[in-house]
């Protein structure tokens, strides 16, 4: 499969936003995505589910998703709409769990994003363009385990494709 | 080729010598997911095409988060986790039983040597048993239980040395506030931490647990304590690091002088002793979760707070870490201490830690916890404050209505 191009307006929030903010626990009980996507970054910013639109892309600073092991957190940010997530750095049980359920996350130490700044992510060069501001800004590299599930679309597309880890 | 504690726990389940750095696929010895995350798993296992789990003796389901069911989507939750139980044979905890992590430890099912993968964040806590917990998410358990397998990349290692011994009223969750001070909130992300040093050497089995528990506050992987000293029921073979294996990094740290450390709002690494809170007037003690509510914890409570009441508009609240802490605490006498003293007792589960239910603080009003989490919103409402200490620190501030070191109470 080939990726989506990724371009969309950015929302820029700062650093070490847990996930009791990106999904607050007592949310979180329920498999229904809708339901989670009502409630993101609520106690963070409380219009941000109602100005989310698909294709948008959540920016972040260093530590991004850290807390919980709760797959809801990545699951709800989808679910609202957000194409990819770029953050400084990442905790990683959400890092992990944001490429297995097929949401790009893309780890970019040094960069100028403000918020609505137009942004597009080109996944496979590990690039990512600040239309805006003219600048292009280089991702850290992810293994080539994790590009293989990204591409997949999530590890249970990969899974059910493979039958194990290849 | 010297090997960390980790590099070796790993090595023998990618079936080759790893070192740090390397990416592998390994077998796991046991999978653990809660009602906060096994939900996702079954259905995520399921969309695999999965029936069975790899092995179901050494898949586990807790019921600790939301337990009892405090409303029908919840229960529907749980009803789904039962039948998956009973379709596949895989061990199920039903409400009350206790906290995964004490469950895991206490019945065995975690055991030196160990990979051990836990759908939740404070898996790091099997490091007590000198066991490699991880901590994943829902989908990467569901694979586990399809394959019996993870990937993972192999962690480098900080060292971290306690020496000296522990002042009386000072505990293992004062040491590992002051860590997660020192090393911040993604201190030891995608590491290893080992801890050694006599100080580690002298802890009770609870109090490794809650050294182990709190790595994850610091981002890390997977902690491993130094089995020397270790007492468990059966006997086992410790897992010791190589002389002249490689650390990314050794921090050593002398606990003779170490004071009651807190936690203040809102974050687990804004931490400050006791003393620069002291007098915080608070409206909720509670003590509970994975990371404090064992014997020890309670036996602590109960010392400072035998033949006294609670201050006048503090309540009280306990959630022993499992059914077995609690027949224990009650058979000590500590369970009627407490309760004299004005404590309520909850089931044994998460409940107000991750809030769920069963004790959320209401507006404006401070809570003094022995969890492992203070993020805005954690325990139910983000416009409570909530602040992190040892059981007894927890107590003594019930006891006066404001943050107190226990010493001062004594």
Redesign the interface.
């Known amino acids: 499969m080939t990726h989506q191009p990724i371009h969309g307006p950015a929302h820029v929030y700062g650093d ?1 936003i ?1 996930t ?2 990106i999904i ?3 949310y ?4 229904d995505t809708a339901a989670l996507a009502a409630h993101v970054l609520e ?1 963070l910013d409380p219009e941000f589910s109602r100005r989310v639109r698909p294709g948008h892309i959540l920016v972040a600073g ?2 991004f998703g ?7 957190a990545p ?1 709800a940010l989808k679910a609202a709409g957000v194409a990819a997530v770029i953050a400084r ?1 990442f ?3 959400f890092y ?2 944001a490429i ?2 097929g949401l790009p996350v893309v780890e970019v130490e040094d960069h100028r994003i403000q918020p609505g700044d137009e942004v597009s992510i080109d996944l496979a060069a590990g690039l990512v363009i600040n239309h805006t501001r003219g600048e292009t800004y280089r991702a850290a590299a992810m ?3 994790m590009m293989d599930i990204l591409a997949a679309g ?3 597309n990969y ?2 494709r493979h ?3 290849v | 080729m010297a090997q960390t504690i980790a590099e070796k726990i790993l090595s023998r389940r990618a079936g080759k010598a790893v070192r740090a750095g390397d ?1 592998v ?1 390994v077998s796991v010895d046991g999978v653990m997911a809660t ?3 096994a ?2 798993a079954i ?2 296992f399921r ?3 999965g029936r069975r789990p790899w092995d179901p003796t050494r898949t586990f389901l807790v019921i600790d ?2 337990a009892p069911a405090p409303n029908e ?2 229960a529907n ?1 749980h009803r789904l986790m039962r039948e998956f139980a009973r379709e596949t044979g895989c061990r199920l905890y039903d409400v009350g039983e206790g906290i995964c992590h004490q469950l895991m430890v206490e019945n065995g099912h975690v055991r030196p040597g160990d990979l051990f993968l ?4 404070h ?1 790091p806590t099997y490091g007590a048993v000198n066991a490699f917990g991880v ?6 358990l ?2 586990a239980m ?2 019996g ?3 993972l ?1 192999v962690p480098r290692t900080v060292r971290i040395v306690l020496h000296g011994g522990l002042r009386p009223g000072v505990t293992a969750k004062d040491v590992i506030l002051r860590l997660v001070k020192e090393l911040g ?2 201190g030891a ?2 590491r290893a931490i080992e801890f050694t040093g006599e100080a580690v050497h002298a802890m009770s089995l609870a109090g490794r647990m809650t050294l182990a528990n709190m790595t994850a506050e610091m ?1 890390a ?1 997977t902690a491993l304590v130094d089995p020397t000293g270790l007492r468990l029921d059966e006997p086992f073979e410790p897992v010791y690091p190589d002389p002249g294996a490689e650390y990314e990094a050794t921090l050593t740290l002398d606990v003779s002088a170490l004071r009651p450390q807190v936690a203040r709002p809102h ?1 687990p690494d804004n931490v400050v002793p006791v003393d620069e809170v002291q007098g915080t007037p608070v409206h909720y003690a509670f003590i509970g979760s994975c990371t404090n509510t064992r014997l020890e914890d309670l036996a602590a409570a109960a010392a400072v707070l035998r033949g006294r009441r609670l201050a006048a508009g503090v309540r009280l609240v306990i959630a022993p870490a499992s059914k077995r802490v609690f027949e224990e605490a009650l058979a000590q006498g500590y369970v009627a201490t407490l309760l004299a003293a004005g404590a309520t007792f909850i089931p044994a589960g998460c409940g107000p830690c ?3 239910h069963l004790g ?1 603080p209401g507006d404006g009003e401070v809570v003094i916890s022995s969890a492992n ?1 203070n ?4 325990m ?1 409402n ?1 416009r409570a404050e909530i602040y992190l200490a040892s059981p007894a620190v927890v107590a003594a501030s019930a006891l006066t209505g404001v943050i107190t070191d226990p010493a001062e109470v004594g």
């Open positions: 070490n847990d009791d903010r607050p626990g007592k979180t009980k329920t498999l106690d260093r530590n850290c807390g919980s092991s709760r797959e809801q699951v750095s905790a990683r049980i992990r769990n297995n359920i293994p080539r385990q999530g590890l249970v899974l059910s039958g194990d880890y | 990416i696929i009602d906060a995350t939900p996702m259905q995520a969309e695999m095409g988060h939301a989507t919840v939750l836990g759908a939740d964040s898996s901590g994943v998410g829902s989908t990467d569901a694979a399809l394959t397998k993870t990937w990349r909130a993604d992300n995608y981002g992987k974050a991750v809030g769920s959320v989490r993020f805005r919103g954690r139910g983000p």
